[in-house]
């Protein structure tokens, strides 16, 4: 973990004894009031955080044995246990140190005589006391140590989630390019049947630059939206070609140009259009895309195509592996947030996508 997220932490730890410092100088001082004394309560407020340090010395090496001796499952009475005796020898370690402190301070000078009384008086009055604070101070190790195991597993799982995702996308992106190519090419070799080689050539050299500018991009997951209509008016220039009635009208608004979508999402949508509406009726030959902001959290884009309904309901299942895939690829992209809906109209078919704003 980094380093510069550990620092607070250590900070705060170190602020925990300051504040039991203020919390028993003041208690104190207070006592001193109430006897009617005069102690002044920033010498003892020194006093006690020269006091509450050594806790904060201690601290380090508790936190180490904390994680050298886990209380977990496997090691729940085996680590009591330990630290039962760690505490016992820490805390009087800690008294032996006080009444060091104690002695020198009350009579400038530390003698064994004067030390016994000390270590006495606070081993039977603190020794419960600090022994608790052993405790507390092991239980804040574990928690740490839980918390930071508990942001790794987290972190671990974000990872391994976007490489599901992502190995998600690029099947379903794999899936697209061959669907794509495959169409244009049959569509190619009937146009070469039909004694229309100029086509074909002018077919085949917009199939290049569409293969070029895929290739360029495939790299990216998203785009943006400018670049994805780049894509879609070379495809749709490849089908005019074989149809030189189809019309196209793209309804560009430049405010939304710079918003990023999944790439390759349009182009199968469009495909269908000329495939299952246009293609089938001598009478449809436009095709359309716009693009909106609905409200203050989302936008949508719309492609509509003359020709026979594709469909009656909003569901996408079930017609075929373009639709399917761009209703997958926006699950996996938008968790839920976006969606697609094909519905039918009197003389074509409507599909509207609904994104977030990012």
Same mark, same amino acid.
């Given at each position: 973990m980094?380093?510069t997220?550990?620092?607070p932490?250590?900070?705060?730890? =170190?602020?925990?004894?300051?504040?039991?410092?203020l919390f028993t100088?003041?208690?104190?001082?207070?006592k001193?009031?109430?006897?009617n004394g005069?102690e002044s309560?920033?010498k003892?407020?020194?006093i006690q955080l020269?006091?509450w340090?050594?806790?904060?010395?201690?601290?380090p090496g508790i936190f &180490?044995? /904390?994680?050298r001796?886990?209380?977990?499952?496997q090691?729940y009475?085996?680590?009591?246990?330990?630290?039962?005796i760690? +505490?016992v020898?820490?805390?009087?370690?800690y008294?032996?140190i006080?009444?060091?402190i104690w002695?020198f301070?009350g009579?400038?000078s530390v003698? &064994?005589?004067?030390f016994?009384?000390y270590f006495k008086?606070?081993f039977l %009055?603190?020794f419960?006391?600090h022994?608790f604070?052993y405790?507390?101070?092991i239980?804040?190790? =574990?928690?740490?140590?839980?918390?930071?195991?508990?942001e790794?597993?987290a972190m671990?799982s +974000?990872?391994?989630?976007?490489q599901? !995702?992502?190995s998600?996308?690029?099947? !379903?992106?794999a899936?697209?390019s061959?669907h794509f190519?495959? %169409?244009?090419? %049959? %569509?190619?070799?009937?146009t070469i049947e039909?004694?229309?080689?100029d086509?074909a050539?002018?077919?085949l050299?917009?199939?290049?630059?569409?293969?070029r500018?895929?290739?360029?991009?495939s790299?990216h997951?998203m785009?943006s939206?400018?670049?994805e209509l780049?894509?879609?008016?070379?495809?749709?220039?490849?089908?005019?070609?074989?149809?030189?009635?189809?019309?196209?009208?793209?309804d560009?608004k430049?405010e939304l140009?710079?918003h990023r979508i999944?790439n390759f999402i349009?182009?199968?949508?469009?495909?269908n259009?000329?495939k299952h /509406?246009?293609?089938?009726s001598?009478k449809?030959?436009?095709?359309?895309l716009g693009?909106?902001?609905?409200?203050?959290? =989302?936008w949508?884009?719309?492609?509509y195509?003359?020709?026979?309904?594709?469909?009656? =309901?909003?569901s996408t299942h079930?017609?075929?592996i373009?639709?399917?895939?761009t209703q997958?690829?926006?699950t996996?992209?938008y968790r839920?947030?976006?969606?697609?809906?094909?519905?039918?109209?009197n003389?074509g078919?409507?599909?509207?996508?609904?994104?977030p704003?990012a």
């Amino acid at each position: 973990m980094d380093s510069t997220k550990m620092r607070p932490k250590r900070w705060a730890i =170190h602020l925990i004894w300051v504040v039991a410092a203020l919390f028993t100088s003041t208690q104190l001082y207070l006592k001193v009031l109430d006897a009617n004394g005069t102690e002044s309560w920033f010498k003892l407020f020194w006093i006690q955080l020269l006091v509450w340090s050594i806790w904060g010395l201690f601290s380090p090496g508790i936190f &180490w044995l /904390g994680k050298r001796f886990r209380i977990d499952r496997q090691t729940y009475f085996q680590g009591v246990f330990i630290h039962i005796i760690l +505490a016992v020898l820490i805390v009087l370690a800690y008294l032996a140190i006080y009444s060091l402190i104690w002695n020198f301070l009350g009579v400038g000078s530390v003698n &064994w005589q004067g030390f016994q009384t000390y270590f006495k008086v606070f081993f039977l %009055n603190l020794f419960h006391w600090h022994f608790f604070i052993y405790m507390a101070v092991i239980g804040g190790s =574990h928690a740490l140590q839980y918390h930071r195991e508990s942001e790794k597993r987290a972190m671990e799982s +974000a990872s391994l989630e976007k490489q599901l !995702i992502l190995s998600e996308l690029n099947t !379903i992106k794999a899936q697209l390019s061959p669907h794509f190519l495959f %169409n244009t090419i %049959n %569509n190619v070799i009937s146009t070469i049947e039909q004694g229309k080689s100029d086509r074909a050539s002018g077919m085949l050299v917009r199939l290049g630059d569409f293969l070029r500018c895929s290739l360029q991009e495939s790299k990216h997951d998203m785009i943006s939206l400018k670049k994805e209509l780049e894509y879609v008016r070379t495809y749709l220039e490849i089908e005019k070609f074989r149809n030189p009635e189809l019309q196209i009208l793209i309804d560009e608004k430049k405010e939304l140009l710079h918003h990023r979508i999944p790439n390759f999402i349009l182009q199968p949508i469009v495909e269908n259009g000329i495939k299952h /509406g246009i293609s089938k009726s001598k009478k449809a030959n436009r095709i359309e895309l716009g693009m909106e902001q609905t409200d203050s959290s =989302h936008w949508k884009l719309w492609i509509y195509n003359e020709g026979p309904p594709y469909a009656s =309901h909003k569901s996408t299942h079930g017609k075929g592996i373009g639709l399917q895939n761009t209703q997958d690829r926006l699950t996996q992209v938008y968790r839920g947030k976006a969606s697609i809906e094909l519905m039918a109209t009197n003389d074509g078919t409507l599909v509207e996508i609904k994104l977030p704003l990012a």
